[in-house]
Nanobody
Framework: QVQLVESGGGLVQAGGSLRLSCAASGIIFSRKAMAWYRQAPGKQRELVAG???????DYSDAVKGRFTISKDNAKNMVYLQMNSLKPEDTAVYYCNGRGAWYSWGQGTQVTVSS
């Protein structure tokens, strides 16, 4: 069974940085595409960054140039480096599969103050 545990969120000022981590079990990272999603209160969940099994990355227009997704296959970890944070980045961030979703983890709250 796949288990996903996100961490690293917190309160930061606009322009600041955070590094989110996702510990995954039951996933072979060399074979799976992973992604980071976020959901703000009252809004639909959106994909913000994805990484293919081969390590190719893509980003939503909202975060492109500011966020970087990466993974460590040996540790079964996925990361999201977030720089130049904006208040509109405030949301609960989740990691999960790309396209085909596993059970969602608890997410980690990111709050960016202006």
């Amino acid at each position: 069974q796949v288990q996903l545990v996100e961490s690293g969120g917190g309160l930061v000022q606009a322009g600041g940085s955070l590094r989110l981590s996702c510990a995954a079990s039951g996933i072979i990272f060399s074979r799976k595409a992973m992604a980071w999603y976020r959901q703000a209160p009252g809004k639909q969940r959106e994909l913000v960054a994805g990484i293919s099994s081969g390590g190719n990355t893509d980003y939503s227009d909202a975060v492109k140039g500011r966020f970087t997704i990466s993974k460590d296959n040996a540790k079964n970890m996925v990361y999201l480096q977030m720089n130049s944070l904006k208040p509109e980045d405030t949301a609960v961030y989740y990691c999960n599969g790309r396209g085909a979703w596993y059970s969602w983890g608890q997410g980690t709250q990111v709050t960016v103050s202006s």
